[in-house]
């Protein structure tokens, strides 16, 4: 599996993004149940509220390789501060609509 990871940037100064590629690492959480290597493509912030940027910055990761698109769970729980995201779900929505069939969408890290 080769992961592009999107992640709030509202949270990128309190939050390095050690757990997901952790959970990633040792195969936890979202990632439990896949065989064979994990390989991170790349890591981008949603480029800022409402998300648009996650749509071309997803789809470029695909370009470079990814199959497998994560939104971080800053995104998607709102972890670590509480608040998740009031549009993860049209951020997934447009992602699966932009790229279709081309890659799998996990909707949350750990």
């Known amino acids: 599996m080769k992961v592009g990871l999107i992640r709030c940037s509202q949270t990128e100064d309190m939050c390095p993004g050690t757990m997901d ?3 990633i690492r040792e195969k936890k959480c979202a990632f439990e149940s896949i065989e064979g290597e ?3 493509i790349g890591t981008v912030s949603c ?3 409402p998300g648009k940027k996650a749509v071309s910055r997803a789809e470029e990761m695909v370009i470079r390789g990814a199959d497998t698109i994560v939104l971080a769970s800053c995104i998607t729980k709102g972890t670590p501060t509480g608040f998740p995201c009031p549009h ?4 997934k929505e447009v992602i699966e609509k932009k790229l279709g069939d081309k890659v799998k969408i996990i909707d949350y890290t750990h």
């Not at 993860?88 to 951020?91: E, G, P, R, S, V």
């Open 38 to 40: 994990i390989i991170i």
């Open 21 to 23: 590629f952790k959970v």
């Open 88 to 91: 993860a779900k049209q951020i």
């Open 47 to 49: 480029g800022g509220c």
